[in-house]
DNA sequence: GACACGCTTCGTCGGCTCACGAAACGTCCC
DNA sequence: GGGACGTTTCGTGAGCCGACGAAGCGTGTC
């Protein structure tokens, strides 16, 4: 369940019993214990009881113990479960931010590009705030709650770092909102359009034939 | 276990069974897990069998649920746990960096002396870069294995940051390489010495008299 | 108002987890 | 070699965990 929460999204707790395969009674003791915990949080409307990830702390935990459980479970099963899971291998949300093959892409084009520093930590350039801003993005500043800007994000299928942080999660919002990409019908699978291929060639010079 | 470890030394595993209060045999089996799941490695010499965190990703995520899980349980208690627990709020080690009041004042003190820089992610600034060096603190460049040359920690006492990534770590050697600080006989505790608090004073303004 | 629907509460039960002690093994030190 | 010591293996047992279904509650819909 708590995966299925990495989307970013806000799910019902039927539909996350579902998704685990679990009585429904079953899912609300458990729900009912990650909320107390701290780690998700519900809103309540009618007779529904939403439940998202508490914050990028939380996702951040779930993501580190999902990266060393590792998913490898989701590359074995039916046809139909494999062909999923190789598209969300290739494009997908991780919270809030792009993960999958073209999120580790990302990253690396915009190291190479110089946009982004790795050398001491992970930090935003002087360039790579002109690029932000040149896009529309307002390159978030350090806020109360203490997100950083920019930060490495294990990807699970790729085992590489792909680009979370405000500025991994503007950018994806961006590009939604620019139709750079897109949802597809399942949970956090995202198509790269046309259009985004070809800014992402224009602005990073990242090819996305694979 | 886990917590134990935290402290950065590699432990017998007698030592983490009596530190946990449970038989040697059960620690045989958890600890025999813990190394299996990849978050613990193991050094056999001899008759002992000696257990270390496997690396920052392992100890980061320990900390990460410590803090979550809120280790509250450690305040309360008997009278001798209490001064132990308050002189480790004042001082410790966290895996291979500073803790406790003590590592949140340094942080605090290198980011007012413009040092580290908290506004984009944590990051080391030009002057900081100098500062180490005038200190004979080689500045670590990012490695192979990808750990963060600066890095924050929440601290479980304190529920702020303090300084961890590498250069967290070499300058909590170089302080006990220059005894401006010393372990106690009890684990993980720390306590500056005279000499200390002077270089501390002088180099980040930085006053410990609280 | 009747009904469908989503969620929750409660009672129950199987099974797994985790603890222990006894015994064995290997190492180190007389 | 003998004995102490640290660790491991194995068997056993208590207890908790986590699952379910039935029943109940509140909300939305016809």
Redesign the pocket.
């Known amino acids: 369940m708590c995966l299925a929460l990495l989307d970013g999204r806000a799910w ?4 996350l ?1 579902r998704a ?14 990650l909320v107390d915990g701290g780690l998700l949080a ?1 809103e ?7 439940l998202r990830l508490s914050g990028p702390g939380a996702a951040g935990l779930v993501e580190d113990l999902a990266g060393r459980a590792g998913a490898g479970t989701l590359t074995s099963g039916s046809l139909r479960a494999v062909s999923a899971s190789r598209a969300l291998a290739r494009a997908r949300t991780c919270y809030d931010h792009l993960a999958g093959r073209l999120g580790v892409a990302l990253l690396d084009a915009l190291c190479r590009k110089g946009l982004v520093d790795r050398q001491v930590g992970l930090s935003l350039t002087e360039p790579g705030m002109e690029w932000l801003t040149d896009l529309g993005i307002e390159v978030p500043t350090v806020q109360r709650t203490r997100r950083p800007v920019v930060r490495e994000c294990l990807d699970w299928t790729e085992r590489r770092h792909h680009l979370a942080g405000t500025v991994g999660a503007a950018l994806c919002d961006h590009m939604l909102e620019q139709r750079w990409i897109e949802r597809t019908s399942r949970p956090r699978e995202i198509r790269v359009t046309e259009r985004g291929a070809d800014e992402l060639r224009q602005r990073l010079g990242l090819d996305l034939t694979s």
Do not use: F
Request: glycine share 14%; proline share 4%.
């Open positions: 019902t707790a039927g539909e019993a685990a395969g679990v009585a429904p009674s079953t899912a609300t003791v458990h729900l009912g214990l519900e309540r409307q009618g007779r529904h009881r939403y």
